[in-house]
């Protein structure tokens, strides 16, 4: 059996030539923009296609690591291994891979390497917390398409949002209440930034807002933090339509406006640090707090590959493959070499190397 981690996607580097295809296969996806087809694509690629893959290049370089890459790239990979671990732990024939949605390798890739491996049921683990059409459902369309492929569908099970369960929001408070403690003066507020969505999608029966709000009512309680000191926003607006409100942006700076020097900005629905958080936050939003009089903004780290989220995610996939380790019980002691193309393949080699060995006797 096997977990297939599911993450967004980065470019391949902080180059305008690598940002114009990864943005042609997110901003191109019409769970992202909900727009006619025949306008957006006029848009896309008379427009956008030709001015932003340069400017997100700058910013992806503000970010990237001359060690590691890109930082979601680079987490992503620490948890599968991690989790590869763990796992094991629970059945030794737990395989874990990860796939992109819109950069490699992808989800499709992930599950193919995951069948190649003899995994017949496959675990869906996304790294998104609360649903959205824009991300979970995204994930969802290409791993299924996928499956329509091939004659010998393993079976798939999801793990469900998982925005409210304790392994996830214990987590999180862990890695806040660590950052926080670490803090050399305590933050006067403590802004919790959501990716937002277009009020639209919401209108139109997406529960992501909900989801948030949620997690943020469950994570509160949790925190050294006087509840009345926390506030809840949305960040990384695109284009005129609105979006989820309160914006992160003008909460930060009216912040700043009303006197406010101190402030922390944690982002519970991002699982991993990326250009969202680390520079769209970090950078961009702190110069902003500075300019209008703050003193000093703190950007909280996502979960990443922090040990109390690594043990919340292996509670969190124990129990959604459920009845599957049982089943793995009875049967882990099974030599079906019909149903196993690994087996088959193991079976082969073992073949022609006894019939080698059968070969050089008689000869000698």
């Given at each position: 059996m096997g977990v297939l981690i599911a993450q967004l996607g980065t470019p391949e580097e902080p180059t305008g030539r690598a940002l114009r295809p990864y943005l042609k296969r997110f901003l191109g996806d019409p769970r992202i923009i909900e727009k006619p087809r025949w306008l957006w694509w006029l848009i896309l690629n008379g427009i956008i296609l030709n001015v932003r893959p340069k400017r997100s290049a700058a910013l992806y370089a503000r970010i990237w690591s001359p060690e590691y890459g890109s930082p979601l790239l680079h987490y992503t990979k620490r948890v599968a291994e991690e989790m590869t671990e763990r796992v094991r732990a629970i059945h030794p024939t737990i395989e874990v891979a990860f796939g992109m949605r819109y950069s490699a390798p992808t989800l499709e890739d992930a599950v193919d390497d995951l069948i190649a491996r003899g995994c017949s049921k496959i675990l869906l683990f996304n790294m998104y917390p609360q649903y959205s059409a824009t991300t979970i459902a995204t994930n969802y369309d290409a791993v299924f398409k996928h499956m329509l492929k091939r004659r010998n569908v393993p079976t798939l099970r999801v793990a469900e949002p998982y925005y409210a369960h304790a392994e996830y929001v214990d987590a999180l408070a862990a890695t806040m209440n660590e950052a926080l403690a670490k803090m050399s003066e305590p933050p006067e507020k403590l802004v919790f930034s959501y990716h937002g969505i277009p009020e639209e999608y919401v209108e139109k029966g997406d529960v992501y807002c909900c989801h948030c709000t949620e997690t943020s009512r469950e994570l509160i309680p949790k925190l050294n933090m006087p509840a009345e000191n926390v506030i809840h926003t949305y960040q990384s607006r695109f284009g005129k339509d609105p979006w989820l409100v309160p914006y992160t942006d003008e909460t930060i700076n009216a912040l700043a406006e009303s006197g406010v020097k101190r402030i922390a900005v944690a982002?519970?629905?991002?699982?991993?640090?990326?250009?969202?958080?680390?520079?769209?936050?970090?950078?961009?939003?702190?110069?902003?707090?500075?300019?209008?009089?703050?003193?000093?903004?703190?950007?909280?780290?996502?979960?990443?590959?922090?040990?109390?989220?690594?043990?919340?995610?292996?509670?969190?996939?124990e129990k959604e493959l459920g009845s599957w380790l049982e089943t793995a019980k009875r049967t882990s002691a099974m030599d079906c070499v019909v149903a196993c193309p690994v087996r088959v393949e193991k079976k082969r080699v073992a073949r022609t190397d006894d019939a080698k060995k059968r070969v050089e006797k008689a000869g000698a």
């Open positions: 982002c519970p629905g991002f699982t991993a640090d990326c250009l969202e958080t680390l520079d769209e936050i970090g950078n961009e939003a702190r110069e902003d707090f500075e300019e209008r009089g703050g003193e000093h903004l703190e950007l909280i780290p996502c979960l990443n590959d922090h040990p109390a989220w690594l043990d919340g995610m292996t509670q969190l996939v």
